[in-house]
């Protein structure tokens, strides 16, 4: 998963502390039954470039279409609030 997250500014050691911080990162485990899902749904990290990098983890772990062992359940991944880091997105502060 290290060379997932390997760019121009990441090199493979950095890439491995990457990896050990989403590992400990606080995450929900959401059942969607209607729609044989299991969704988790990770917490955010403290900076965007790092939610950044961790979307496109996301993405291609959802691309793999892997089901939960022992049952019909696909996982799904997706970051908690999107709209905290999203570029595009402005925050209205009063």
Do not use: C
Not at 7 to 12: G, H, L, P
Not at 42 to 48: C, D, T
Not at 80 to 93: F, P, T
Request: charged share 30%.
């Amino acid at each position: 998963m290290g060379t997932l997250l390997k760019d121009k500014t990441t090199d493979m050691a950095a890439a491995r502390r990457f990896l050990q911080d989403l590992y400990v990162t606080e995450a929900d485990i959401l059942p969607k039954p209607e729609k044989s899902r299991l969704l988790v749904r990770i917490h955010n990290a403290p900076r965007p470039a790092a939610n950044k990098k961790i979307q496109k983890l996301l993405e291609h772990l959802n691309d793999t279409e892997i089901n939960f062992p022992g049952t019909q359940f696909r996982l799904h991944y997706e970051l908690a609030s999107k709209e905290l880091w999203d570029e595009n997105s402005r925050l209205e502060v009063s």
